[in-house]
Structures are given as C-alpha cells and as structure tokens.
C-alpha cells in the first residue's frame, strides 16, 4: 500500500514537472528496483543464517561473523570507487549487473550443499561487488537535477530500502517455515537472476552519463583524489563517523535486545520492522515534505545526525520496552539522514565532472566503518556488558553528536551548483605554448 501511494505520488509530481512532462514516469523510476533486489536478496535469508550458524559453529558463530562483516567491509572500501569509476567509463547498467550477479555465489554455496564455512568464505568476498547502491545512486543523479528534485529522489531509494528491511526478514521466516530453509535461498538466487536480466536488457541507460576515462583503476588513487578536495573530504569524514556508528548499533542490537531485554524471535521481527517503517516514511515522505517548505539539504543532514545521536542514547539508557519503542520513533528524523547526505554528494560530483567516483568513495568509507563499527561495539561489550553494558551506544552518540557542527558547516547545494571548483584560467591569444603551458601549472 505504501509502495503504490508513493508511485502516485510521484505520478502527480511527474505531470507538474517540466523535466519529465513527456514521461508517463520519472525518469529514477526504473532504477528504483534494482536498489530493493540485492537488499531484499540480504534481508530474505536474515531470518534462516544466524540459526545455521548457531548450529554449525556454535560458541564461535559471532568471530566467525564478525570476521565475515570485517572482510567484507575491507574489500568493498577498496573497490567501490573501482566500482563507480567504472561506471562514468562503460555506463551504469552493465556494472550494475555484474554487481548483482557478484552477491548470488553464497546463496548459490548453500542451495549446493556446501558446508557453510564456504558460504561465510564467499560473503566475505562479495564485498568486491557491494557497489549496486553505488551505481542506483549515480544513476539518480544522471537523470534528476540537483537540489530538492534529486534529494527527493534519493528519498524514493532510500525509501526502498527500509521497505526491504520491512518485509525481507518476516518474508524469508515464514517461506522457511511453510518449505523449508533452503526456499528462501531459492527465492534469493531468483530474484538475482532476475536483476541482472532487468539491468541488461530493461534499464535505460541514462542519457547524461558522462563516460570519461576513470580517475585511475588503483582504488587508493581514487580515494587520494578524494580526499585532496577539501570539501569531499569533510563529507567522506562525516560519513564514516555516521556508518561506523550505524554498523556498531546493527551488529549488536538483536543480541542486545535479547540479553537485556529477553527479546524473543518475533519480538526482535516487530522490532526491525518498525524501524524499517519509520525510515522508509521519513526517506520516502518526510524528506518531501520538508523539501517543500524549502528546507536544504544540509539542514536535512544535521537533523539527521541529530536525530540519530538521540536514538542511540535512548537505547544506551533503556531500561524497559517502552523506552525502546520511543527510541524507534526517533528514526523518523534519523531517516533525514541519507537520501540529505547523498544529495549533497551528487552535487559536488556533479560540479566535478566524478558521479560515480564520489559515490564510489563514500560506499568505499561506508565498508570501511562495516568492519570498524562492529569491532568497536564488540569490543566495549566484551569490557563492559556486566558493569556498564550502556557505555557502547552512549559512545556511539558521542561520535554521531561530534559530526553535527561539520554537518553546519557544510555548503549549501545551490553555492555547490554555482561555484566553480577550479580555478578559471585565462589564456591570451598572443601567448606561445610555453608560456600559457607554465601559466597552467603554475595556477594548477
């Protein structure tokens, strides 16, 4: 129901647009699924993994996880800006195909009957090809004009995507449950055939997707040439703090709400599903809406961040359900966050001439916060879950709240449109070629 009202909405907008008056849709639209496939293909099998683990690696199943998360984050900080950078090269849906088809080899290890360490093995190794949100996000960005339009736009992606948070685990649970665990493998591996197929010879391939020569195919280059510009390196830092805070309350919540707060199996399901709602109303609606009264994206950032700071501290003194649920009602003003974030982001890249790169660049930070977030969170738990098992989230906080006056100071998406990022050279015709070439180099 949500999904079909969010269509008509963007229906509605799409007839008052002059950009998309000759479309029946909008021109993101079509990339929308491709951002749900390899979450849902994630969040399906969510609800049947931890019990497999349980049984086969037993006291060791969380090392053996975090090792998973902590590998994968590695790789997929050093190949998504390879990822991206391909992608302003050869275009977005080719990529964006080979990416999918990159999660599929450990689903596929289990419907084989491999013993799941391989399955561990080859997660651990997708981290090489978790650069699908990349490429959506780029593609947005061809196809929409920066500022309220495109962050609006990014809303319906991230919107999407707590749709999948909804519905993946309690789908995956109860295919389980009426076929067998291996059925929501199957569903998985279909649904990533079918994405693959869908980008190849469905998705249009943006019109203004500059297909330049890549910054260089070393991804440490790339992210040095990031990290030069002063402006994207203060987002790339805001970024990671934000996703080393995220992937800490993800890795140990569940164990946290069953620990502290005896959370059984359905209990953690209603859990992630409420807040899996609140994100995808506050991606998906609540960013129009402030958009609408002209708030920028910026703003959206810092109440993002603020919104987030307060979540964790909410869960940190938590002493009942009650309070919890408070908690995920903050993810309402936390959800400001992303689609406000990658707005900002496409805009710079946009002026740089680098979509792919820096979207690249920030997923690249994200891995990396996946395996620092966690190991952060693991180890204060271990130090301090008899005597003061509140310290982790409220340090989680710190850092989140720590970001806010960066995000303040961020500039705006209209100055970031109209501001040149360097520095204009002016040549007189009368100079030879030596003299305008030192010229250039010395300004450069």
């Not at 450990?106 to 080859?122: A, C, D």
């Not at 665990?181 to 998705?203: D, Q």
């Not at 805001?238 to 620990?259: E, P």
Request: hydrophobic letters at 45%; proline letters at 5%; a neutral charge.
């Amino acid at each position: 129901l949500t999904v079909s009202v969010l269509y008509w909405y963007e229906m509605q907008e799409a007839k008052e647009d002059k950009l998309t008056a000759r479309c029946n849709v909008p021109p993101y639209i079509p990339v929308v699924p491709m951002a749900m496939v390899e979450f849902l293909c994630l969040t399906i099998t969510r609800a049947v993994i931890p019990g497999m683990q349980a049984d086969v690696f037993g006291k060791d199943s969380y090392r053996i996880e975090g090792l998973t998360l902590a590998s994968q984050g590695l790789l997929s900080f050093l190949f998504c800006p390879v990822i991206g950078s391909l992608s302003d090269k050869y275009g977005r849906c080719v990529p964006l195909a080979i990416c999918i088809a990159g999660v599929l080899p450990p689903t596929i290890s289990v419907i084989m009957g491999y013993h799941l360490f391989y399955y561990q093995l080859l997660m651990g190794l997708s981290g090489i090809f978790k650069g699908s949100l990349v490429i959506v996000l780029a593609y947005v960005a061809d196809v929409t004009v920066s500022g309220g339009s495109r962050t609006k736009a990014f809303g319906v992606v991230f919107g999407s995507l707590g749709f999948c948070l909804t519905v993946g685990p309690y789908l995956g649970s109860r295919i389980s449950e009426e076929y067998g665990p291996l059925s929501s493998f199957y569903l998985t591996s279909v649904l990533g055939l079918a994405g693959c197929l869908y980008s190849l010879f469905c998705l249009p391939e943006p019109k203004r997707c500059n297909k330049t020569n890549p910054q260089s195919p070393n991804p440490l280059k790339v992210l040095s040439w990031v990290c030069s510009d002063f402006f994207l390196r203060r987002l790339m830092s805001i970024a990671f703090l934000y996703y080393v805070t995220y992937w800490g309350l993800v890795s140990s919540i569940m164990l946290f709400l069953t620990r502290k707060f005896n959370y059984g199996i359905a209990e953690r399901g209603r859990f992630l599903s409420l807040i899996g709602f609140c994100h995808m109303v506050s991606e998906a609606f609540l960013v129009r809406v402030l958009i609408s009264f002209g708030v920028r994206d910026k703003t959206l950032v810092t109440l993002g961040l603020i919104g987030w700071g307060v979540k964790l501290v909410i869960f940190g003194l938590a002493t009942d359900r009650v309070a919890l649920d408070v908690g995920i009602l903050t993810s309402l003003v936390a959800g400001l966050f992303g689609p406000s974030l990658f707005s900002v982001a496409s805009t710079a890249a946009e002026a740089r001439g680098k979509q792919g790169e820096v979207q690249g660049a920030i997923a690249a930070f994200r891995g990396l916060a996946e395996g620092v977030g966690p190991v952060l969170v693991g180890f204060l738990f271990t130090f301090y879950e008899k005597t003061f098992d509140s310290l982790p989230y409220l340090v989680l906080s710190t850092i989140a709240f720590a970001c806010v006056p960066f995000a303040m100071n961020l500039a705006d998406s209209e100055k970031l449109r109209t501001t040149p990022m360097m520095p204009t050279i002016e040549v007189h015709h009368e100079m030879d070629f030596s003299e305008r070439d030192s010229l250039c180099i010395r300004d450069c």
